[in-house]
């Protein structure tokens, strides 16, 4: 092993923890508006992991990810890596202007793209308002595809200097999967969700006479929007504390602060220190759409606060895909039918069939995306044609320009994540009926086997000991078929007219 590599010590983890810490509390004081400015820890950071001995062990080969995923060197190695790309020149500056584009865009139609752009595709009766902001969005899309081109193409050139086939080969890498496991899951997924989705928006075309993409989101969402009321944000959190108690967490669980403010993104859980300074952000909407996102920031937060190593190493979930796994874990408690009545007594059952109508969205979203992102890593360098090709393709879905730049391979995360959350919770619903998902033993069954162990314990060891995962990309692609078959239950269990 390099001499570079052999240089983490007690005292490399020490001083990463205390600046990583310190620039969480930068980063937290500035999305509250209490500070201004960067973060100097954040630089000092980014400094520390930019030491050249590292990267020349990795471009030597002489230090892999693989085989060490679970040790100090396996994370650093992908924490140096994910350091590497976001302190490139070059590709900082192509995601500067593109953001610039973004944030203008945003701005010149009032305060964010959540309330002005998402939540009109959402919820706006006048048809002709959601056509108009969904052609302002492809206007904005066009003026990015230069730069979407170019940062395809510099990511590449960072992976191949790396010694990776491509991109989306690296961040397989640093999700702890090869690129055929990867493929194996989307590729059975689709099998699944592709035709569930097409009878889905075959229905609503019959209902509708047309289906326009800017009807998509607003069909799925206009069946629960006389529910809103129910999912009240006052409602929220004396539901979580109840649902939390009675699933056996202990007082660590209630020890929350939600803090409502509009922005762009969803919702974002900030961790300041583990385990004791965590916030979630969000924006303040009633609906279940918005309960089942919080419930995901939940899984965050959970995961952290009963996250019992002290290493700096082992306290943050090193897989992204995993890492959304545990978020998606506790998000499908709220979509579960026994939460659903409980909660909301005989509305639950309908309720419960219009949000398996808004997971085939969901899920061909994200699915589309997620395939999107993988095609166009391999298409031929500067090949912005292949790119529009790869686009052309997924024509109905919103592309997701934010997390396509920001966020890279969000929606795969979140698929791959979904996947392995749903292979959880069956393992639970069979040991904990008949009381799943209310069993006083499931907080337990959570922190022992996921949450305490943080990274100390591969992720893919944590999923295996409790489910019959099996790893090959054959035996893969056979669970997310069964996993995914059900998807949406039938099309046609809600009847309501969707379009006008
Ligand atoms: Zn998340």
């Known amino acids: 092993m390099d001499d570079g590599v052999a240089q983490f010590s007690g005292e490399f983890s020490r001083r990463l923890k205390a600046l990583r810490d310190?620039?969480?509390?930068?980063?937290?004081?500035?999305?509250?508006?209490?500070?201004?400015?960067?973060?100097?820890?954040?630089?000092?950071?980014?400094?520390?992991?930019?030491?050249?001995?590292y990267l020349s062990a990795i471009r030597s080969g002489a230090w892999r990810a693989d085989g060490g995923a679970e040790s100090r060197q396996g994370l650093y190695y992908r924490l140096i890596i994910r350091n590497h790309l976001k302190t490139d020149p070059e590709l900082s500056r192509i995601l500067q202007r593109a953001n610039g584009l973004i944030g203008a865009f945003e701005r010149g139609h009032g305060r964010d793209t959540h309330k002005n752009t998402l939540h009109c595709l959402l919820n706006d009766d006048d048809r002709k308002r959601r056509q108009g902001v969904w052609q302002r969005r492809e206007r904005l899309e066009e003026r990015l595809h230069p730069l979407v081109t170019a940062c395809i193409d510099r990511?590449?050139?960072?992976?191949?200097?790396?010694g990776y086939e491509d991109f989306a080969e690296l961040w397989a890498d640093i999700c702890g999967l090869s690129g055929a496991q990867t493929d194996a899951i989307l590729n059975a997924a689709a099998t699944a969700i592709e035709p569930a989705y097409a009878r889905l928006a075959e229905k609503?075309?019959?209902?509708?006479?047309?289906?326009?993409?800017?009807?998509?989101?607003?069909?799925?969402?206009?069946?629960l929007r006389p529910f809103d009321r129910l999912f009240s944000f006052r409602n929220l959190m004396p539901v979580y504390n109840d649902f939390t108690r009675r699933a056996g967490f202990d007082g660590?669980?209630?020890?929350?602060?939600?803090?409502?403010?509009?922005?762009?993104?969803?919702?974002?859980?900030?961790?300041?220190?583990?385990?004791?300074?965590?916030?979630?952000?969000?924006n303040q909407t009633d609906g279940l759409r918005v309960w089942k996102i919080l419930y995901h920031e939940f899984g965050h937060f959970l995961c952290a606060r009963y996250n019992a190593q002290d290493d700096y190493a082992y306290q943050w979930e090193d897989s992204p895909c995993y890492h959304e796994c545990m978020a998606q874990v506790f998000n499908l408690f709220a979509g579960n039918g026994r939460w659903l009545s409980r909660y909301f007594g005989t509305a639950g059952a309908k309720i419960g069939e219009y949000d398996k109508q808004a997971d085939i969205y969901r899920y061909g979203d994200w699915l589309a995306n997620a395939k999107m992102e993988r095609d166009i890593y391999r298409c031929p360098e500067g090949e912005g044609i292949g790119f529009l090709r790869v686009r052309q393709r997924v024509r109905n879905y919103t592309f997701p320009y934010h997390y396509f730049l920001n966020a890279p391979f969000h929606f795969m995360h979140m698929l791959l994540g979904e996947f392995f959350a749903k292979l959880i919770h069956r393992e639970m619903q069979a040991g904990f009926a008949p009381s799943y998902p209310f069993a006083p033993e499931m907080a337990g069954f959570l922190i022992e086997n996921f949450y305490a162990a943080g990274s100390a314990e591969d992720w893919k060891r944590k999923v295996g000991r409790v489910t019959a995962v099996s790893w090959d990309a054959a035996g893969l692609a056979r669970q997310a078929r069964q996993i995914f078959e059900g998807t949406g239950g039938t099309a046609d269990a809600a009847d309501d007219r969707v379009l006008v």
């Open 22 to 53: 310190e620039h969480n509390r930068d980063v937290w004081r500035r999305a509250t508006a209490r500070g201004g400015g960067g973060s100097r820890a954040g630089q000092r950071l980014q400094a520390l992991l930019s030491d050249g001995r």
């Open 252 to 282: 660590r669980a209630r020890r929350l602060a939600v803090h409502p403010l509009d922005m762009p993104y969803n919702a974002l859980t900030f961790i300041e220190r583990v385990p004791d300074r965590i916030h979630v952000l969000c």
């Open 204 to 223: 609503w075309r019959g209902q509708g006479g047309s289906l326009a993409p800017w009807d998509m989101l607003y069909a799925v969402n206009r069946p």
């Open 155 to 162: 990511r590449n050139r960072i992976a191949r200097d790396l």
